[in-house]
């Protein structure tokens, strides 16, 4: 590759989920003030989305996620990319949900709604007690819904590496159909390998119809060890956001570190045909920063 080729690589977007999933983390609850100062050395940092809570769960969250959206959403200030961070609130597949994560984030200059349905088998039938087709319906109704809000729209088919691929396809369909801008592949439980992770990935870009329409992403939990291959594995089929964690923190093992994806495509240019916004000098401040506030 040429010494400037770099300008020609796409750029992996850095979805953060620090102050959503990370503060998930037994013992890692944060207060207001101290979610807003992360917040904005997540912007310092080159952060492209900040997944800033979950509003629904609590007026403490929804009053946490509204002010970052406010005070932090704005700041352009030290930006590779020289757009604000996108704030990111997260819901169930249901009105109430969504509706109240757009109350929280609208005032952001640049603001997504984040919405999630479980779709593998055993979710279904024991978690959420529905069959695929009510499945699919919820879907349909609940993006539409978010897009009728606002046109940043995410959704995650929880528990997607233990879902029937098929049945994937024709999910994640409908919710382009519906409006969804972006499609994101969890690894819920920590479950699969790089190889079946990619596989996945791959299948999935290939055989959605309106799969070119979307930006497609990956959220890895840590559980055997292999969230940050995995997400490597899937940003090499063709993944262009990765959902990401400082420190790794996260539930049981922890979510895929932001420090380890940002620096292996840094690190390892030939073998990444991405590039980034994050600016890596100020990942140990940022780190250094998550570790005190959680005392993790």
Not at 13 to 26: C, K, N
Not at 188 to 193: L, S
Request: hydrophobic share 40%; aromatic share 6%; with cysteine.
């Amino acid at each position: 590759m040429e010494e400037d080729g770099v300008n020609e690589k796409e750029t992996l977007l850095i979805f953060d989920t620090t102050l959503r999933d990370g503060e998930q983390s037994p013992g890692a609850t944060l207060i207001v003030d101290e979610k807003l100062e992360i917040a904005r050395q997540l912007s310092r940092l080159g952060v492209d989305i900040c997944e800033a809570g979950f509003p629904i769960t609590s007026p403490g969250d929804f009053e946490a996620v509204r002010r970052i959206a406010a005070e932090v959403g704005p700041l352009t200030e030290g930006r590779k990319s020289g757009k604000p961070m996108v704030i990111a609130g997260l819901a169930r597949a249901n009105r109430a949900d969504i509706q109240r994560a757009y109350d929280a984030v609208r005032v952001a200059p640049r603001h997504r709604i984040h919405t999630f349905l479980a779709t593998s088998d055993i979710h279904l039938k024991h978690k959420l007690k529905i069959d695929r087709e009510e499945c699919i319906d919820q879907v349909i109704e609940s993006v539409s819904f978010a897009k009728s809000l606002c046109e940043d729209i995410e959704f995650s088919p929880e528990d997607a590496g233990r879902s029937d691929p098929e049945f994937l396809v024709q999910v994640l369909e409908q919710a382009i159909k519906a409006g969804a801008t972006t499609l994101n592949i969890p690894d819920t439980v920590g479950y699969t390998t790089p190889e079946e992770f990619g596989w996945l990935i791959k299948y999935l870009i290939d055989n959605t119809p309106g799969a070119d329409q979307v930006i497609w992403s990956t959220h890895c939990h840590n559980d055997l060890g292999m969230a940050t291959a995995n997400t490597l594995a899937g940003i090499g089929a063709g993944a262009r956001q990765a959902e990401v964690t400082l420190n790794g923190i996260g539930e049981r093992a922890g979510n895929t570190s932001l420090e380890e994806v940002v620096m292996a495509i840094k690190t390892r240019p030939n073998q990444f045909d991405v590039q980034t916004n994050i600016d890596s000098t100020q990942i140990v401040r940022t780190s250094h920063m998550v570790s005190t506030y959680t005392g993790m």
